[in-house]
C-alpha cells in the first residue's frame, strides 16, 4: 500500500552545525505534509508544514523542502541545539476527504555537544 | 491553553484482560484521533471522531477494539481482550475541526503507556 518512509534512522550531528532529515513518500495523492518532533515520553509535537503547492516553507531555525517529482521531503534545523535531541517523523494526508495522518518510521536526530 | 489530556500514562495488563484508556481533548476541537504507536514506528490511526461520530474506524481491530465519544467531548478507547502486540503507545490527538476535508494542525498528549505480558 501507500506508505511514508524515511532515509535514516539515525542521525548524529556536532552542536551548532545544521540537520538534514529525508523523508520519502509514495502516495502521489498526497497533497499536505507535516514534521513532527517526538521526544522521550511525550506525543509528537507539531514543527512546521507544508502544501503540495509550495516548494518551500520556513519557520523559525526550520525549514521544509518539497520536491514533488520525486516524492521527497526534506526538514532542514539550522544551529542544531541539543534540545532538538528527538525523533522525528515527516507525514502527509492525500485527497482522500480523510484528513488523518500517515506516519512515516521516524529519524532520531542525537546532537553532540 | 489547556493541551490534550490523557490518562492513564501507564498500564500494565496480562493478556486476556481488558483496557480503557481517556481522552479529553483541546476545548473547542471537534475532531479526535486515536493513534497506536508500536516501538520504533510512526503513530498508525485507529480512529476519527468528528463530534460524537465516527468519521474512519476501517484501521481499529473492531474484534477487539472499541471507542466512543458519546457527547463529543472526551472519548473512551477499549481493547478486550488484550493480546501481547497491543503493546504500545496509545495516542490521542484533536485538531478544530471545520468539518469540509479542510487540513488542520492535530495536537497530541502525552500518549498512554501500554503493556501487554
Known amino acids: 500500500g501507500e506508505s511514508v518512509g524515511l532515509h535514516l534512522p539515525t542521525l548524529s550531528v556536532q552542536e551548532g552545525d545544521n540537520s538534514i532529515i529525508n523523508c520519502a513518500y509514495s502516495?502521489?495523492?498526497?497533497?499536505?505534509f507535516i514534521w513532527y518532533k517526538q521526544e522521550s515520553g511525550k506525543g509528537p509535537q507539531f514543527i512546521i508544514d507544508?502544501?503540495?503547492?509550495?516548494d518551500k516553507r520556513q519557520g523559525q531555525r526550520v525549514t521544509v523542502l518539497l520536491n514533488k517529482t520525486v516524492k521527497h521531503l526534506s526538514l532542514q534545523i539550522a544551529a542544531t541545539q541539543p534540545g532538538d535531541s528527538a525523533v522525528y517523523f515527516c507525514?502527509?494526508?492525500?485527497?482522500?476527504?480523510?484528513?488523518?495522518?500517515?506516519f512515516g518510521s521516524g529519524t532520531r536526530l542525537q546532537v553532540q555537544p | 491553553e489547556a493541551g490534550v489530556a490523557q490518562s492513564p500514562r501507564y498500564k500494565i495488563i496480562e493478556k486476556r484482560q481488558s483496557v480503557a484508556f481517556w481522552c479529553n481533548p483541546i476545548?473547542?476541537?471537534?475532531?479526535l484521533y486515536w493513534y497506536q504507536q508500536i516501538l520504533g514506528q510512526g503513530p498508525k490511526l485507529l480512529i476519527q471522531?468528528?463530534?460524537?461520530?465516527?468519521?474512519?474506524d476501517s484501521q481499529l481491530p473492531k474484534d477487539r477494539f472499541s471507542a466512543e465519544r458519546l457527547k463529543g467531548v472526551d472519548s473512551t478507547l477499549k481493547i478486550q481482550p488484550a493480546k501481547l502486540e497491543d503493546s504500545a503507545v496509545y495516542l490521542c490527538?484533536?485538531?478544530f475541526g471545520l468539518g469540509s476535508g479542510a487540513v488542520e494542525t492535530q495536537y497530541f498528549g502525552p500518549g498512554t503507556r501500554l503493556l501487554v505480558l
Open positions: 507544508i502544501r503540495s503547492n509550495m
Open positions: 502516495n502521489s495523492a498526497s497533497d499536505y
Open positions: 476545548s473547542g476541537h471537534a475532531t
Open positions: 471522531f468528528q463530534n460524537n461520530g465516527v468519521v474512519d
Open positions: 507525514a502527509e494526508t492525500g485527497r482522500t476527504g480523510r484528513r488523518a495522518l500517515t
Open positions: 490527538a484533536s485538531s
